[in-house]
């Protein structure tokens, strides 16, 4: 492991008393036998009121659409996949439904369907392959997926040569981006807030084979969030692939979209700006993960991020275990905005109520999230 990746610091770790921080990694979760193990992200999936406001904004943020029925809006990236964004019209609301990820051959897609006792599908949309619907411990729709026809990989700008002050790589020569959209590659990742953590962790790793990658824990050394990747063996993955978060409530939070580099995600800050929508945060770094983000609200304010520039891990990386708080969410770039900060709310007490009375959180849980996620993101603030 390198020093850099070993040497987890930030503004605030210091908030910390230096027991919780050992004891953080000390109750690791159980990974059980996967049933298989997905080796991609195959879509994400919505609900959405106005499919026509919808295109604008995510053609805006760098998607192309692929396919438009009155039913359904379907969108890709530059890469291979057909789509990678479905928006489904729905006449009162609008939001998340679930996710699909991909494996690699028909006999996987069979063991699922056999283990689960769920049947065999087809797949909506171009590319169409087969599908076992599953649903997660909070009824999110998980694909698992097979047999998508691949789309022609288009063109993507990469590696600008960048000037130090000890090696020029550019000479007589400018950097000129336009003001145009982010050109997305794909689909990287999601981040869900849950009402079980272990429970839907459990559920992660059994059926598509996820790995820990970070995992943030509790003051008593409970993990509470984690960084899941996808198990490709020895072919590096994603730091992150779904993010899994103890709550109240289960919700989406946000799902995140690659582009080629920090000037892609700065040109289209600057499209977006132009075209009206609204910026949430950014641009900054990761420090889990690593990644340069920008992140965005769409229509009906859910939030969508451009990255570039993730960490990526082979199969044989080692979990890490640190304490959780807000302050780890970010190296540099703009402080965290007050939407994300948290704030007592009469929902969030009820949903705390509920989620009391479910069994499925104790009140000494949710005092060290409480606790946890109250601590200030940085000092100064």
Known sequence: ??????????????????????????????????????????????????????????????????EETIEALYLRGTGPLPYCYVAHKHTETNGFIGAGYSVASEEELKKVSAITGRPIGPVDGPGRGHRVRLHDPDGFIVDIVWGRELAAVQPLKTDLAVNTPRHKARVNAGIRTATAPSPVERLGHYVLSVTSFDESLQWYMRHIGVIPTDVQCLAD????????????????????????????????????????????????????????????????????????????????????????????????????????????????????????????????????????????????????????????????F
């Open 221 to 380: 050394g409970t993990p509470a969030l984690a960084f899941n990747r996808l198990d490709t063996g020895t072919i590096p993955a994603d730091h992150h692939t779904v993010v899994l978060l103890q709550n109240v409530a289960a919700n989406y939070m946000h799902s995140a979209y690659e582009t080629a580099d920090m000037d892609s995600i700065g040109q289209g800050q600057q499209h977006l700006k132009l075209k009206g929508w609204n910026h949430f945060w950014g641009i900054g770094r990761h420090i889990l993960g690593s990644q340069v983000f920008d992140y965005w609200l769409d229509p009906t304010g859910d939030e969508l991020e451009h990255y570039a520039d993730g960490d990526v891990f082979d199969a044989d990386f080692e979990t890490r275990y640190f304490p959780l708080d807000m302050g780890s969410l970010w190296a540099w770039g703009d402080d965290l905005p007050k939407a994300m900060r948290p704030a007592f709310s009469v929902k969030q007490a009820w949903a705390a109520i509920k989620a009391l009375k479910s069994g499925k959180v104790d009140r000494k849980t949710l005092g060290m999230l409480k606790q946890a996620m109250g601590l200030p993101a940085r000092p100064w």
């Open 1 to 66: 492991m390198s020093d850099t990746y070993r040497n987890f610091t930030y503004p605030g770790l210091e908030l910390h008393t230096a027991e919780v921080r050992e004891l953080a990694g000390t109750k690791p979760p159980h990974r059980p036998e996967p049933i298989v193990k997905a080796n991609d992200i195959a879509y994400i999936l919505f609900n959405k009121t106005d499919l026509a406001l919808q295109k604008r904004f995510l053609v805006d943020f760098g998607l192309q659409v692929v």
